[in-house]
């Protein structure tokens, strides 16, 4: 495995990635030293943008599994299948990594099964190995393994959050959405719109999450401005854009829905 860091971050096979702080050194020492990452933070706010931009610049393969209430373990680490008559061992996507190496990204790791946290529990602390109890083996993650697991601390229920002794396993890095301008430039490259034109968007983006907490689960996330600022692109009137995308997405309640309207008509005119 290569750990040699490619050049060039200009390229365009790298996904654009825009850097909040020094999260992106942060990620290149850990992948250095073997340390698993934990990323915490809202819905849409680039951590899964962030996952596939450090992977691209280290040229190193990136499996991503989105975890949901139904993943369990086997489904990481695999399991015997029939195969015309024959009972074959098949390699979870967690398995493949440590065999082969390169990052494995659990995305949403808090709605996996239980039976999960046994299996990570020994890969990221520093033994590094995986125990797969059907065949009997026990793999040693190589250098080029890397652990790392995403959630949104926000919307879970309390019994959906990772236990201490899981959660101390990580190098954990904080997520939020990007200060002003930069959130605007990040809007406007990834949508086609101008940043002119972005700008109140985003101004409008910034009222909303500050009601986060009293009307509102989650406020308008970068995605969300992302798709209302494509749509505007796109030649949709900015009104109906804002309704589609920045208001409907977030509420199901009639009078919230009016409430966000009118904060909406009063920045976007
Ligand atoms: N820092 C950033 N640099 C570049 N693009 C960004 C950045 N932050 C957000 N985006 C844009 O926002 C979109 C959503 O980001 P992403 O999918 O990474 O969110 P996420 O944090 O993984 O959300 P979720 O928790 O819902 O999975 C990206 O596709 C990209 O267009
Ligand atoms: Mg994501």
Redesign the pocket.
């Known amino acids: 495995m290569n750990l040699m860091l490619k050049t060039s971050s200009a390229s365009a096979d790298i996904?654009?990635?825009?850097?909040?702080g020094n999260e992106c050194a942060l990620f290149e020492t850990a992948w250095t030293r073997q340390l698993p990452l934990l990323?915490k933070?809202?819905?849409?706010?680039?951590?899964?943008?962030?996952?596939?931009?450090m992977a691209a610049k280290l040229g190193v393969p990136l499996s991503t599994v989105?975890c949901h209430d139904d993943l369990a373990a086997a489904d990481l680490t695999g399991r015997y299948l029939l195969k015309g008559g024959d009972t074959v061992w098949v390699d979870g996507p967690l398995t493949r990594a440590v065999r082969e190496g390169g990052i494995c990204y659990l995305?949403?790791v808090v709605e996996a099964r239980k039976d999960v946290a046994v299996v990570l529990h020994p890969l990221t602390d520093d033994r590094r190995i995986l125990p797969l109890e059907r065949t009997g083996e026990e793999l040693e993650a190589p250098p080029g393994f890397m652990l790392v697991v995403?959630?949104?601390p926000g919307y879970q229920n309390l019994l959906k959050t990772l236990k201490p002794s899981t959660r101390q396993r990580f190098v954990a890095i904080e997520?939020d959405?990007?200060p002003k301008e930069?959130?605007i430039a990040?809007?406007s490259?990834?949508s086609g719109l101008p940043e002119s034109r972005v700008a109140a968007l985003v101004e409008l983006a910034r009222k909303l999450r500050a009601l986060k907490g009293h009307d509102l689960e989650e406020g308008v996330?970068?995605?969300l401005?992302?798709y209302c600022a494509s749509l505007i692109d796109a030649g949709l009137p900015i009104r109906e854009a804002v309704r589609s995308a920045m208001i409907e997405p977030l509420t199901d309640e009639p009078d919230v829905r009016v409430g966000l309207l009118e904060v909406a008509d009063a920045v976007i005119r």
Request: negative net charge; proline residues 8%; contains cysteine.
């Open positions: 996904p654009s990635y825009t850097p909040a990323l933070g809202p819905t849409g706010c680039g951590k899964t943008r962030f996952v596939s931009h989105s995305d949403e995403s959630y949104n997520f959405f990007l930069q959130e990040v809007v490259a990834e996330s970068t995605r401005l992302v």
